[in-house]
């Protein structure tokens, strides 16, 4: 049993040396306007300029985001974004992607290179200077550079340089090597010429985040970088992309090789054929195509299947650029899909059967993936997370209906099991609906990507649970590992919102809490209703980490500050998930944390061979089996329940204030308090 005030101590007492620093750091006074006490000085010199890459060092989140762990692989993804648009642009045919012993992480290619001539407009730099210590410098905004582009606001490189410790950039042009490196953005001296080159060609970027911006424990993932690289092979058939990883970093690889070569000629189809391996599908054809234009404007490639036993989702990219919160091609597919099957029942009679339709009864169970090339495309914010161009969306629907027509009359029964199949849960929907029940097909409807959810199939509360989880990533896993009849998945990006420092018009305006709030059905506050509550046990389940902890703090202040009730009757737990697996031989055992894995090879393992210690990096990184072995079956996990002590609620309540409230003074005094503890931790 763990009571809330100890959860909350622990998530701070772990990331307490990042806030000492943060809190630690002394701030300049600032001048008082003579004559006039308590007000700050306005004058010209207030007026602060900032020059250079120093917006981006002062202001990361304006430019990737932020600096977790997400930010900090947007720098690897913006580096690859620029090799993959030589290689869409026909100029490349190969990506090497190494990730090193120290840190260090280099995009090789072997296109054009980046131009080393003086610029005309710096006729001082080399172009190659620009691009890197310049915002909204390279050769995305000339058409004749690239047709197509991920990379549109000459932003992305010059940031990653800004952001990193130290990279280094060679260019071989013209059977020349050259080479410049930077610190923090700054130069350490001009472009050199290596010497003779001449049986290379491209540009190799090597670069080292900076840990005064992501902190010293942040690191990439390989994994991470894996996957990310492997994804950018379905999207372009046209490239190869090696990965490297260094030998002295095979104990955190896992079951990941140390080289590979992606390669993937079927593109889309490729791709979803291994996301939907051994699932149930309501037509065994997949719908998949291709369709070229000229210099590659407005090219377009899908490939979506219907998943009969599992919820769908929907993988969208322009330009080879993710677009995880979707956009106008992802309307357009909505779309065409939706038209297309009306018709298809109008042409074989069924029209009115087809009129109940709507576009969420086709995506439900919808496995999709879509690609589309734009000359110039609109994304939301330099993260590019959202295609907004209006053309897409015309692009993607026009295309895709005559395909998708195409396809279906091709295959009339397997079109007539599709609608069908849609059909039956348009009528599920409507049913449910007029009954006014609390209708968990219906959430599944409201809820959008980051907070879907995958519902059980259990109508009662009795016996069936909701695991919160972080990230799409660990969702899926969680998704393949549960039991569908009383275990439903909500996934939620990242960290939510702190509703105890956040205003009332922030809680209420903040989407993850009101996907969460619909899917218990209570009601918060004084509309709390225990027994609308449609779970019996609400569980939260997070990484064996720092963030994991500090997502898990903020859930369980929001559940204290909200639902309090929901507490004091024993819904809420913390899942345990284990830190270490050990196998010997055919044997394998689970671990906590470093003192049950000392214990286990003591009392269990001991002399039968060698012990092989693998080192679980994340709930995402599990496979299913694992994850529902050691986490999610009620026979062998273990559940930590979240209590609110009677007999010392005041000191609850002053507890989660001082943690979790809005003065950051008493966090600061909490951690002084404990600072030997974090000095232990960092040299730990």
């Known amino acids: 049993m763990a009571k809330a005030q100890d959860l909350f101590g622990d998530a701070v007492r772990k990331a307490a040396p990042s806030a000492a620093k943060a809190n630690g750091t002394a701030r300049p006074t600032r001048a008082v306007a003579s004559g006039t006490p308590g007000e700050a000085a306005y004058t010209a010199a207030s007026i602060e300029v900032l020059e250079g890459l120093e917006p981006v060092r002062r202001r990361p989140g304006m430019y990737i985001g932020g600096t977790d762990e997400a930010a900090l692989h947007h720098l690897f993804a913006e580096v690859l974004d620029n090799s993959m648009d030589e290689a869409v642009a026909g100029h490349a ?26 610029h005309p407009k710096f006729p001082k730099k080399s172009a190659l200077e620009v691009i890197m210590t310049t915002l909204h410098a390279g050769g995305k905004f000339d058409s004749g550079a690239y047709q197509t582009s991920g990379g549109l606001h000459g932003v992305g490189v010059s940031v990653v340089n800004a952001l990193s410790e130290r990279l280094e950039v ?11 490196v930077f610190e923090r953005g700054q130069p350490k001296g001009k472009l050199e010429t290596v010497g003779k080159a001449p049986n290379r060609r491209g540009t190799r970027v090597r670069f080292r985040p900076d840990p005064d911006i992501f902190g010293k424990g942040a690191k990439f993932k390989p994994a991470r970088l894996f996957r990310m690289a492997r994804a950018k092979a379905y999207l372009f058939g046209g490239v190869e992309i090696r990965w490297h990883c260094s030998p002295a970093l095979l104990d955190v690889l896992g079951d990941l090789p140390a080289e590979a070569v992606f ?33 590659g404007h407005g090219s377009l490639e899908w490939a979506v299947a219907w998943l009969s036993e599992d919820d769908g989702f929907i993988h969208s990219y322009c330009n080879t650029i993710p677009t995880p919160d979707g956009g106008t091609h992802e309307a357009g597919l909505r779309s065409a899909l939706l038209r297309g099957l009306r018709d298809h029942a109008e042409r074989i009679g069924q029209a009115k059967r087809a009129t109940v339709l709507t576009g969420d009864d086709v995506m439900a169970s919808c496995a999709a993936l879509i690609s589309v090339f734009l000359r110039e495309p609109e994304f939301q914010g330099q993260n590019k997370s959202r295609l907004m161009t209006q053309e897409a969306s015309r692009i993607v629907e026009a295309t895709l209906r005559d395909a998708f027509d195409h396809w279906l009359a091709a295959s009339p029964s397997a079109a007539l099991r599709l609608l069908d199949f849609t059909v039956e849960r348009a009528e599920e929907r409507l049913r449910r609906r007029a009954e006014k029940d609390v209708a968990r097909k219906s959430a599944v409807r409201k809820l959008r990507l980051p907070g879907k959810l995958a519902d059980c199939t259990n109508n009662a509360a009795q016996g069936s649970e909701l695991f919160i989880v972080e990230g799409d990533s660990a969702g899926g896993s969680a998704k393949q ?20 420092s956040a205003t009332r018009d922030k809680l209420v305006a903040n989407q993850q809490l009101n996907d969460l709030s619909q899917a218990l ?17 609400i569980i939260i389940m997070t990484d064996a980490d720092v963030d994991g902890a500090h997502i898990a703090s903020l859930l369980i202040t929001y559940f204290y500050r909200q639902m309090p009730k929901l507490i004091h009757a024993g819904h809420l737990y913390l899942a345990v998930p284990p830190l270490y697996r050990l196998t010997q031989g055919a044997t394998h055992a689970y671990a906590r944390d470093d003192a049950h894995r000392e214990e286990i090879i003591q009392r269990v393992l001991t002399g039968r061979g060698k012990i092989e210690v693998s080192r679980f990096k994340g709930l995402g990184e599990m496979l299913p089996a694992q994850l529902k072995e050691t986490t999610m079956d009620a026979r062998s996990r273990s559940l930590l329940r979240v209590t609110i002590p009677e007999d010392d609620t005041q000191e609850t309540a002053r507890s989660v204030e001082r943690l979790m409230g809005n003065k950051p003074d008493a966090r600061f005094t909490f951690i002084q308090e404990r600072a030997p503890f974090a000095v232990e931790l960092v040299v730990v």
């Open 93 to 118: 045919s190969f990506i090497d992607v190494s990730f090193e012993a120290d840190g260090f992480l280099s995009v090789t290619d072997n296109g054009r290179g980046i131009p080393v001539d003086p």
């Open 481 to 500: 590992a549960r039991n569908r009849a009383s275990q439903a998945i909500l996934p939620l990006r990242g960290k939510i919102l702190n509703v105890a």
């Open 521 to 537: 059905g209570c009601g918060t506050g004084a509309h709390y209703k225990e027994e609308d509550l449609r779970y019996e046990k």
């Open 263 to 295: 390669h993937f000629p079927g593109g889309l189809k490729d791709y979803l054929t291994q996301d939907i391996e051994g699932k149930d599908l309501v037509a065994e054809q997949s719908f998949t195509g291709k369709v070229e234009k000229s210099g």
């Open 170 to 180: 060679e260019v071989a042009r013209g059977q020349m090597l050259y080479r410049q």
